[in-house]
């Protein structure tokens, strides 16, 4: 079992290829490589997606949080490549068992909670959680292929 590390800003940048308004990880804040992470969204009320979902009620889209853990996920794959050669892409590929528990609204701090159910050569499968104040919000099981 590996030590967990913490992943600023300035390396997700280095591991996933989003960026604003569609990167939806702020910071990783444990990561055991091949295993499990954590990472956080800060969620402001300046974000493009509440001016539509909704005005007068903004609650971030609940395919942004499937969104999120799956982000959360590459950035864990991509960190566990074990020659430290970059895939040129991480494709996200299924959802399964997707669950929303509770809104997730401006001024909450999401934590995306994934860990590694399988791997078989180049595709991973994890189950994820997104948490709000140590609450589920959602759910799901998700895999994801890297392509080199």
Known sequence: MSTPIAIDINKILTLLPHRYPFLLVDRVLEITPRETITALKNVTMN?????????????????????????????LCVASMQDGRKPKVVYFMTIDNAKFRKPVVPGDVVEYHLTKMKQRANMWWFKGEAKV????????????????
């Open 47 to 75: 974000e493009p997606q509440f001016t539509g979902h909704f005005p007068e009620h903004p609650v971030m889209p609940g395919v942004m949080l499937i969104e999120g853990m799956a982000q959360t996920a590459g950035a």
């Open 133 to 148: 104040d140590g609450k589920i919000a959602c759910e799901a099981e998700i895999s994801a292929m890297l392509v080199s």
